[in-house]
């Protein structure tokens, strides 16, 4: 699951500055922020991390599936 809307919500930043400071497209920023993204290249977490001076961990955070079993 992606926590990038926490990262911004703490720094009181918008899907357009993020857009802006990464030059990535606002409709991705925006597809990460609200969690909808299928799926982000290398290039994408690369550029968020470099404009929000964080690692790739501090965006992500896995969630396992409900009807995983547990060894």
Do not use: F
Not at 4 to 32: F, N, P, Q, Y
Not at 37 to 58: F, H, Y
């Amino acid at each position: 699951m992606w926590v990038l809307h926490e990262i911004m919500g703490k720094r009181r930043l918008k899907i357009a500055d993020v857009a802006r400071s990464t030059g990535l497209a606002w409709d991705t920023v925006a597809a990460i922020y609200h969690g909808k993204a299928k799926g982000v290249s290398l290039e994408t977490i690369d550029a968020l991390c470099k404009a929000l001076n964080c690692q790739p961990g501090d965006l992500l955070v896995y969630v396992p599936d409900k009807g995983e079993n547990k060894a």
